[in-house]
């Protein structure tokens, strides 16, 4: 796998609202990559934002890059992965922490301890090999997406059937991960699922979850839920109480793929992660006891649909209000295709306006626009938001077997509609706000502030859909991008780019 400071995950960056954050990175790795800060909006800053092909040339190999830029009005769960490929499911990842005074939850007053949780899908594969097998065997192969993980880990331990083994394997069977937390105390948990492809729920047997953030967002609950479903890219942050039990009780805490996301989990797998959330003291002598607890009494528990948490349910502690009216629209179709290959293989792609990105490290658009230059129309689908004010982003998905985990760089956003099928420019109209996945056949009108000038990715965290074509990128504010400071490190990272054909400096 791909360790950054030897290890997986990668080191904590754990920072205070306001801090300058600076990340030198050395690339030892063999391909370019470019780190991302996820969920971090880079004000001022966009040319840190790490992504190859849009914001940056990647960080050659052997070569090293700077990142610095400084978190403002954010704080919260956030974590940091490369944005190039997909290395990021080799492990080239970590979380990224951000404290600020004013926070509605408080260490010592709302809680007493808190843990960084990494759970997340693994494959036995490397990304390159199921990638190539991705771009040369028909998509359902065991490469395309389709197939379950070969394990589930947390914070980088899991533990794999050493008889499922390949025999050539060297397999060992060691202990399950384990937690350790003390009675009668309050612990937050920051479960964030860095995965490529699988949504997983997670619960933990006879601990309530309080929910009070999703992703940066504080919320008041719901609480005492049964399991929060954390989709790719997402952050749930959840408080339990260990005045239940007592010294050596041991509980199962659960991750298990969500079936919707999937065809089917076959008969015999069942998509189940687990590991040990063991009750301690001071001077206890080290227990192996496996728990004994079962998935605890809950009327929806066999249900594959995972409504345990549902986002409408989430109650925000600040109300953000979407701006009224906005000055720009953009409607964006999400679809599904499958082309041929010169080999007469029908692959899986994937759409946004007929357009799937090729990700290659092509002249980054955040430096095209900075020269002036006009954006190569048939690489990325993008629009243009010309003005300062707020503008409305149209997903339509019409995939009829998939739902997209969409993230949006560099903005957060309002979700001021969603609904079946797909939205026209006539019916247009609004609804409840709701999650940032977007089901089958459904849509859903992200707004945006488009006060800042930069090139904001927008994309399917699904790792094999994203190296499929599946990004967009929104520009915002052209004349002001050719205005903006960018440093002369981040443009010499070009010298050393290697461009495709056909696209020039
Ligand atoms: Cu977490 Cu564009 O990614």
Same mark, same amino acid.
């Given at each position: 796998m791909i360790v950054v400071n030897n290890q997986y995950p990668g080191p904590l960056i754990e920072a205070n609202q306001g801090d300058t954050i600076i990340i030198h990175v050395r690339n030892d790795l063999d391909s370019g990559t470019g780190i991302h800060f996820h969920g971090i909006n880079q004000i001022g800053t966009i040319w840190s934002d790490g992504v190859p092909g849009i914001t940056q040339c990647p960080i050659p190999s052997g070569g090293s890059y700077t990142y610095n830029f400084t978190i403002q009005q954010q704080s919260g769960t956030f974590f940091w992965h490369s944005h190039l490929g997909n290395t990021q499911a080799d492990g080239l990842m970590g979380p990224l922490i951000v404290h600020n005074p004013t926070d509605v939850y408080i260490r010592g007053r709302d809680y007493d301890h808190e843990r960084v949780l990494f759970i997340s899908d693994w494959k036995h594969l490397t990304a390159q090999t199921i990638i190539n097998g991705t771009f040369t065997e028909p998509f359902h192969t065991k490469y395309a997406g389709l197939s379950l993980p070969d394990s589930i880990l947390f914070d980088g331990a899991g533990v794999f059937n050493c008889s499922q083994a390949p025999t050539n394997a060297h397999c060992q069977q060691k202990p399950l991960p384990e937690i350790q937390v003390q009675p009668s105390k309050k612990y937050r948990f920051r479960v964030i699922n860095p995965g490529t492809e699988a949504f997983l729920t997670v619960s933990i047997d006879n601990h309530p979850l309080n929910i009070i953030s999703a992703d940066e967002t504080e919320v008041l609950g719901p609480f005492g839920i049964h399991r929060v479903l954390v989709p790719i890219g997402e952050r749930y942050d959840f408080i339990i109480d260990t005045s239940q039990g007592k010294a050596g009780d041991a509980f199962w805490l659960r991750a298990q793929f969500c079936a919707p996301n999937f065809l089917a989990v076959p008969p015999g797998d069942t998509g189940l992660g687990l590991a040990i959330l063991r009750y301690v003291e001071d001077g206890m002598a080290p227990s192996h006891q496996l728990p004994t607890t079962n998935d605890w009494s809950h009327p929806h528990v066999n249900a594959t649909s995972c409504p345990d948490l549902t986002s409408d349910a989430l109650v925000p502690a600040i109300k953000a209000e979407a701006p009224q009216t906005v000055s720009s629209t953009w409607f964006l179709d999400s679809v599904i295709g499958f082309p041929l290959t010169p080999q007469n293989v029908t692959i899986l792609d994937f759409y946004f306006n007929n357009v799937t990105w090729t990700n290659l490290p092509y002249d980054p658009m955040l430096f095209r626009m900075h020269k002036g230059l006009s954006l190569n129309e048939s690489i990325v689908a993008h629009t243009v938001f010309a003005q300062s004010g707020a503008a409305d982003i149209i997903i339509n998905n019409r995939d009829v077997t998939i739902d997209h985990p969409y993230h949006l760089h560099g903005r957060a956003f309002y979700i001021v509609a969603r609904g079946q099928g797909a939205l026209t420019p006539e019916s247009y109209a609004k +609804?409840?706000?709701?999650?940032?996945?977007?089901?089958?056949?459904?849509?859903?009108?992200?707004?945006?502030?488009?006060?800042?000038?930069?090139?904001?990715?927008?994309?399917?965290? +699904?790792? +094999?859909?994203?190296?499929?074509?599946?990004?967009?990128?929104?520009?915002?504010?052209?004349?002001?991008?050719?205005? +903006?400071?960018?440093?002369?490190?981040?443009?010499?990272?070009?010298?050393?780019?290697?461009?495709?054909?056909?696209?020039?400096v």
């Open positions: +609804l409840p706000p709701s999650s940032s996945v977007i089901t089958r056949t459904t849509y859903a009108i992200l707004r945006i502030r488009t006060d800042e000038p930069g090139v904001f990715a927008l994309h399917c965290h +699904l790792g +094999l859909h994203l190296v499929h074509g599946k990004m967009a990128a929104i520009v915002v504010q052209p004349q002001a991008i050719q205005n +903006l400071a960018i440093p002369d490190a981040a443009i010499h990272l070009c010298d050393s780019c290697n461009f495709p054909p056909g696209v020039t």
